[in-house]
């Protein structure tokens, strides 16, 4: 059921589609079953789909004041760090987040496996974001063997 409500909402609105991270992973499976018919449905009826699509992307419209309803999702994470409700506080703050951008860049740059690297630091900060373990992930990716050294030239 999950899994159905979430495919339902991403295909009417696709600001839900996020939501599929958080899902259980049977919903998440349902959703994406539910998803693919709904492709499918899409693809059989193509030129009825296409010209909705045209007439939703080229209709004038003014500015929908309901869409700023959404920045009330950011009252609790704002609410947590209260930092951020400072002004004196914003420009350190900006100093922080650059340095840490750096910081992460230049050890993205000199990691042996940047690939690797990236995956572990968006999976990492993704579970602290969502509340999810990240000590676990830590572990999980430390136990991955590091590449081979290269092959001696010769």
Known sequence: MGG???ALATVLKWFPAPLWL???ARA????LVWMALAGLLSLATWPQTVAQIQAAIAFPRPFRLDYLL????CVPWVWMRPRLMEPSEWRPLGREIVA???SQWREFRSA???IHAA???IGLHTRSMLG????TTAAASEAVPAAPPPAPAG
């Open 4 to 6: 159905g409500l979430w």
């Open 70 to 73: 959404l920045l009330w999702a």
């Open 132 to 135: 999810i373990g990240a000590a």
């Open 119 to 121: 995956v572990v630091w």
């Open 28 to 31: 998440r499976l349902w959703g």
């Open 112 to 114: 042996d496996r940047p």
């Open 100 to 102: 840490s951008a750096k």
């Open 22 to 24: 958080i899902l259980p």
